[in-house]
Each structure stands twice: as C-alpha cells, then as structure tokens.
C-alpha cells in the first residue's frame, strides 16, 4: 500500500492512496493554515477508529444479521503532548452499538 501525500501551499497537503482516492488536510488559522481539510492529528484518530470499526462490524456479520444492528459508532479521543511535538501521550477508545445484539458478542468482536 502506498500511501502519497503532496503540499498544495501554507499549511494544506492533499493525501490518497493508490486507489486515487483523495483527503485534504490542514493546520488551523491559529498556526498558518487555512482550516480547509482536516488536521493531520485529527485523520490519525479517524484512521485509527475506521480500521478498528471495519474489523469490528466485519467480526460481529459473523453473528448478527445486519439488521439486528441499528447504530455503530466510535469514539477515539486523544490528549497531545503540550509541547511540539504535539504527538499523542494517550489515546482512549469507545465503541458504541446499537440493536438486537448480544454484548458478549460485541466484547468478543473488540
């Protein structure tokens, strides 16, 4: 997997796979971007939380029929260092379904 990630100016960069599938990402006004993509941190926490997602509700199709499943969703909240590098000191995660859906399934899915 390749994944490319080009500077289109200021703080703005345009990322995408070899699939030509393509996110803007971009620092805030307050450090020299624009707010016109998200930030790099940000799309960190949703990768995260997709991959996770994906293989979660491709775990529990194994045992629930879709409709048994009304909602999903997750929640990862990170807390960055407060100094640059701003990296991530922790990162929790939440995972949220709805439905007809036994929990020991969901617990055994995660």
């Known amino acids: 997997m390749l994944v490319e990630t080009n500077w289109q100016g200021k703080m703005a960069f345009t990322a995408g796979g070899d699939d030509g599938i393509t996110f803007n990402m971009d ?5 020299g971007g624009q707010g016109k993509g998200v930030t790099p941190m940000t799309a960190l926490l949703g990768a995260l939380s997709g ?3 994906m293989d979660i509700t491709a775990m529990l199709r194994k045992y629930v029929e879709n409709n048994q499943i009304t909602n999903m969703r997750m929640e990862a909240d990170g807390t960055q260092n407060e100094q640059h590098p701003r990296f991530f000191t ?3 995660i939440t995972f949220y379904v709805e ?8 617990w055994s899915a995660m």
């Open 51 to 53: 991959c996770m997602s």
């Open 27 to 31: 620092a805030s006004a307050d450090v």
């Open 90 to 92: 922790d990162v929790a």
């Open 99 to 106: 439905g007809d859906v036994p929990g020991k399934r969901v």
